[in-house]
């Protein structure tokens, strides 16, 4: 699958994705720093990306319809954010993925359980 990682996850998190065997760019590597939440959603939309953030906003189904998307996922966390955690639950997901298509999909990825939502709900 093709991922664009937000500017809140690292190369440790690229990594990840990219031993998983996922063809991963980040927004550092497209100088996509800044870029307002729009811009984002139409670069994944025209790249056929699916988008990986911490960004709430991108939960927002009415603003960003996963429809015509190859996906959006949204990492949540409870309290401070570590990067264990986050390793957690990037793996977490990408365990997932494994048997389940995201494609059209709203994820959003939370210690022990992922919340779906389907374009057609």
């Known amino acids: ?13 690229e990594r990840l994705f ?5 063809d991963v ?3 550092r590597q497209q100088s996509m720093q800044g ?3 729009q ?3 139409e670069a994944c939309r025209v790249e056929g990306r699916c988008i990986v953030t911490l960004d709430l906003d991108f939960s927002n189904i ?11 996922v949204v990492v949540r966390a409870p309290g401070n954010l570590s990067l264990p955690i986050l ?3 990037v793996c977490q997901f990408l365990r997932s ?16 359980r992922i919340r779906i939502h389907h374009a057609d709900d």
Do not use: V
């Open 1 to 13: 699958m093709k991922f664009k990682l937000d500017e809140n996850f690292g190369n440790r998190t």
């Open 18 to 22: 990219l031993e998983a065997g996922h």
């Open 25 to 27: 760019r980040t927004i």
């Open 35 to 37: 870029a307002s939440d």
């Open 39 to 41: 811009s984002l959603y």
């Open 62 to 72: 009415l603003r960003f319809s996963p429809r015509d998307t190859s996906g959006i």
């Open 87 to 89: 390793e957690n639950l």
């Open 97 to 112: 993925i494994e048997n389940m298509s995201i494609e059209g999909r709203l994820w959003i990825i939370e210690p022990g």
